[in-house]
Nanobody, 123 residues
Framework: QVQLVESGGGLVQAGGSLRLSCAASGRTFTNYAMGWFRQAPGKEREFVALIGWSGPSIYYADSVKGRFTISRDNAKNTVYLQMISLKPEDTAVYYC????????????????WGQGTQVTVSS
């Protein structure tokens, strides 16, 4: 089992920034690729970003490229999502997720999920 706890969400004005954190516990963190997903009201969950278990593999959704940065600190068992130039359309509940040793943007393949953190961007 891997337990994931997100934090860092909140209310921010358009153009602002936030940094989300996801603290992991349980199994060996370095065996897991970590992803961020989001779900807006009335919409399906969508992929945002992922980082491989060894770090170098990083992918972003087109909608966040150049504005969001994913990183991980294996010493702290934590993955981050730095978000800048936020837009109202970024408003959603953001979830981190873990999958063992595969690189995938498909949420259904992720094994463990956090409870989510709300990000609200006002115009």
């Amino acid at each position: 089992q891997v337990q994931l706890v997100e934090s860092g969400g909140g209310l921010v004005q358009a153009g602002g920034s936030l940094r989300l954190s996801c603290a992991a516990s349980g199994r060996t963190f370095t065996n897991y690729a970590m992803g961020w997903f989001r779900q807006a009201p009335g919409k399906e969950r969508e992929f945002v970003a992922l980082i491989g278990w060894s770090g170098p593999s990083i992918y972003y959704a087109d909608s966040v490229k150049g504005r969001f940065t994913i990183s991980r600190d294996n010493a702290k068992n934590t993955v981050y999502l730095q978000m800048i130039s936020l837009k109202p359309e970024d408003t959603a509940v953001y979830y981190c997720a873990a999958v063992r040793r595969i690189i995938t943007t498909a949420g259904d393949e992720y094994e463990y999920w956090g409870q989510g953190t709300q990000v609200t961007v006002s115009s």
